[in-house]
Nanobody, 131 residues
């Protein structure tokens, strides 16, 4: 079973930037798709998809609320997926997780025009944006 470890979270002011990393214990190329998700602390907030990347061709998909601000990228040489977050807003405050495509055991998410199942969640990294 793949293990994913996120890092790079922190506290920034609105308008600032952060770069999150997610390192996989196995080949990211073989995982096919890797995604970033977040869970905010507001009551009733579920885990929502932020961005996903096809680790073959690099095709990326984004949730509408991050388009133009966040960029997902990957480096198969080091089995790592990144999320570069610019123009951060207080409403981006959340725990950010990465997960791997898992068609048999995963939970279904829709991220932009992409739909797929994800599992093998990392422990998460906290992002806090102050106004």
């Amino acid at each position: 079973q793949v293990q994913l470890v996120e890092s790079g979270g922190g506290s920034v002011q609105a308008g600032g930037s952060l770069r999150l990393s997610c390192r996989a214990s196995t080949s990211t190329y073989r995982l096919t798709y890797l995604g970033w998700f977040r869970q905010r602390q507001e009551p009733g907030s579920g885990r929502e998809g932020v961005a996903v990347v096809w680790t073959g061709a690099g095709t990326a998909y984004y949730a509408d609320f991050v388009k133009g601000r966040f960029t997902i990228s990957h480096d198969n040489a080091v089995n790592t997926v990144f999320l570069t977050m610019n123009s951060l807003k207080p409403e981006d405050t959340a725990m950010y997780y990465c997960a791997a495509y898992s068609p048999t055991t995963g939970t279904q998410y829709r991220i932009g025009s992409y739909q797929g199942k994800f599992d093998n969640w990392g422990q998460g990294t906290q992002v806090t944006v102050s106004s």
